[in-house]
Each structure stands twice: as structure tokens, then as C-alpha cells.
């Protein structure tokens, strides 16, 4: 167990609808980042918070948002879900958010787009 | 700008045999490295990280790996596997002079075979 949480574990919608995924980091980690896993892309860097503020950007979709909020849980915002959407979305915290901390990752959302 | 090859998309290797997992990266600035590994239906769990020093670092699981600045390598490597071993393994960097997210490979699919 990672000690990072998200929910729900699965999620199954249509295409054209909004969703929101959940994440709470590991106790005192203040750093937050949500990753994308798909076949055909693999894993791919989404969004980075810090301390409530957005730290760095990577191949996050306009239709995409996130935030972290002072309790420093984080919402990914998905809308207009389109098929190509359907992957498993990916939290992971570290301490302060360095390039050589360990990320701790939790166990991920599934999204299936119909 | 940096990316980071994993040279075999899969390697089936029989139980009690030895493995290397290939990982090259490039990158224009000083990185730091890392191995994790995902298990089925589960989220990523750091195996091992080079930030600096001794090239041969120590992992979980009996798992180790070398960097090698000169051929810009960060092979795995386990000197006899398990059956519970086989898992997706991915290779990935994030760069010294900021903290940001981790830049992974497409992974590796180790299967292990009585």
C-alpha cells in the first residue's frame, strides 16, 4: 500500500459527459502529480501540483483540468469525454515535488468511454 | 529535451534464470533515473533510483541496476528470477535542475516461466 488513494476505481461513461477522478496524497506529501496510461500512448505526465498551485504542464488536453485543494487532495476534471479518453488515470505524491524524490503512485482509475 | 528507450517490449525468461532489462535515455541535461515496476491490475512501485555516486545501485526484490554515462544506459538487471517477478517494469528520468515529472519508457513485459 502506497498510501495514495483514489476513487473510484472504475468508471464507465458515454462519450460527450464529464467526469472527475480523485486523489489523496500519502500523509505530508505536498506535491501531486496525475499521469495517463492508454496502449497506445503509455504513460504519460498530465499535471503537477504544489501546495495548492499548478507546478508543471505535460501532454494535458485543454478539455482536461485539475486542481489541488487545502487539504491537498487533487480533482482531474475530464469533459467532453471523448473514446480515445478510455485509459487508466494515475495519481502519484511526492515530499515537495524534486526530480529525485519517489513518487509514490496509487492504484489508479479505470475510464471506459462508451 | 529528454526521452528514455526501453529496447525490448517484452522478455520471456524461465524461472531461476537471469534477466537484463535494456534502458537507454538522452538528454542535454544531468538526470536522475529510475526503475518501477507494475504488477498487474496495480498501480507503479519504485524498484530502484540513480541520483548520484556509486553507478551500481541496490534495489527492492533483488533487483539492481548501472549507470552508464558514457553509453547513457540504465540497465536492470536480477541474477535469477521468479515467478512472481513477471510484471511490466518501465525505465524513467526527470531532470536535475528541477523538479519535474517523471519521463517514462514504453516498458518492458517481463514474463517468467517455470
Redesign the interface.
Known sequence: D?G?TQTPKHLITATGQRVTLRCSPRSGDL?V?W?QQSLDQ????LI?Y?NGEE??K?NILERFSAQQFPDLHSELNLSSLELGDSALY?C?SSA?????????????TRLLVL | AQSVTQLDSQVPVFEEAPVELRCNYSSSVSV?LFW?VQYPN?????LL?Y?SGSTLVKGINGFEAEFNKSQTSFHLRKPSVHISDTAEY?CAV??????????????TSLLVTP
Open positions: 502506497s495514495v506535491s502529480y499521469y503509455g504513460l504519460q505526465f503537477q504544489y507546478r508543471a505535460g494515475f502519484a515537495a515535488g524534486g526530480g529525485q524524490e519517489t513518487q509514490y503512485f496509487g492504484p489508479g | 536522475y518501477y496495480q498501480g507503479l512501485q519504485l533510483k541520483l518501465f526527470t531532470r536535475s535542475n528541477s523538479g519535474y515529472a517523471l519521463n517514462f519508457g514504453k516498458g
